[in-house]
Antibody, heavy 117, light 108 residues
C-alpha cells in the first residue's frame, strides 16, 4: 500500500544537527512532492518546506531558511530533512507528507526529535 | 503570509449532533487550495477535505466542506465517537503553506 515510513526518534544536544528520513513505497516517488511539517508538544502544525523528488528543487518557510536542508535519494525512494543548530524549541514531532494536486494525502508516522542537554 | 484563524478553539458536543467548524483567512484563498485535516492523539494528521469541498478517499459523507474567499467551514453531521479529535485547516494557495491553530472537538 501507499505509505511513508520515517526514521526513529532522536535525542540531540543544542547546537547539533538532526537528519530525519522518509521512505516512500507503493507509488512513484518522483511523481509527488514531499513536504515537511512539525508539531511541538501540545501545539499545532507548522509547515517547514518541500522538496520535489524529481528535480531536487526545494522551498522553505522563511523561518527555517539557513538551518534546514532537504534532499532525496531516488534510488531508494527516500527523502531527508536535516535541521541544524538545534535549539530547545525545535523539540517536536517531524512529519513528512506526500503532496500532489489534492494537498497532503499521505503522511509518515512522525519522528520525535528531542533537543536537550 | 496568510494567517488562518479557526473557531471555536474547543467545541463540546454529543454523539449524533452536528459540528460546524470555521476557518477564516487573513486574505483570499483560492477554493482549490484549502484543506481540512483530522488529528487524533499520537497519530499523524489525516486528510479529510481538499479543494475546500472535495472529500478525500475513504472519508465518510457525514464530513463536508464549504466556503470561498476568506471564510471556510467544515461540517460533520451525526457525530460518531471516532470523530472527536483536533481539526486543522490549511491553505496551499501560497507560501508558506500555513495551518490554522486547530479546533478541538470534544465529547460533551
Amino acid at each position: 500500500q501507499v505509505q511513508l515510513v520515517q526514521s526513529g526518534a532522536e535525542v540531540k544536544e543544542p547546537g547539533a544537527s538532526v537528519k530525519v528520513s522518509c521512505q516512500a513505497s507503493g507509488y512513484t516517488f518522483t511523481g509527488y512532492y514531499i513536504h515537511w511539517v512539525r508539531q511541538a508538544p501540545g501545539q499545532g502544525l507548522e509547515w517547514m518546506g518541500w522538496i520535489n523528488p524529481n528535480s531536487g528543487d526545494t522551498h522553505f518557510a522563511q523561518k527555517f531558511r539557513g538551518r534546514v536542508t532537504m534532499t532525496r535519494d531516488t534510488s531508494i525512494s527516500t527523502a531527508y530533512m536535516v535541521l541544524s543548530r538545534l535549539r530547545s524549541d525545535d523539540t517536536a514531532v517531524y512529519y513528512c507528507a506526500r503532496v500532489g494536486s489534492i494537498a497532503a494525502d499521505i503522511w509518515g508516522q512522525g519522528t520525535m526529535v528531542t533537543v536537550s542537554s | 503570509e496568510i494567517v488562518l484563524t479557526q473557531s471555536p478553539g474547543t467545541l463540546s458536543l454529543s454523539p449524533g449532533e452536528r459540528a460546524t467548524l470555521s476557518c477564516r483567512a487573513s486574505q483570499s484563498v483560492s477554493s482549490r487550495y484549502l484543506a481540512w485535516y483530522q488529528q487524533k492523539p499520537g497519530q499523524a494528521p489525516r486528510l479529510l477535505i481538499y479543494g475546500a469541498s472535495s472529500r478525500a478517499t475513504g472519508i465518510p459523507d457525514r464530513f463536508s466542506g464549504s466556503g470561498s474567499g476568506t471564510d471556510f467551514t467544515l461540517t460533520i453531521n451525526r457525530l460518531e465517537p471516532e470523530d472527536f479529535a483536533v481539526y486543522y485547516c490549511q491553505q496551499y494557495d501560497s507560501s508558506p503553506r500555513t495551518f490554522g491553530q486547530g479546533t478541538k472537538l470534544e465529547i460533551k
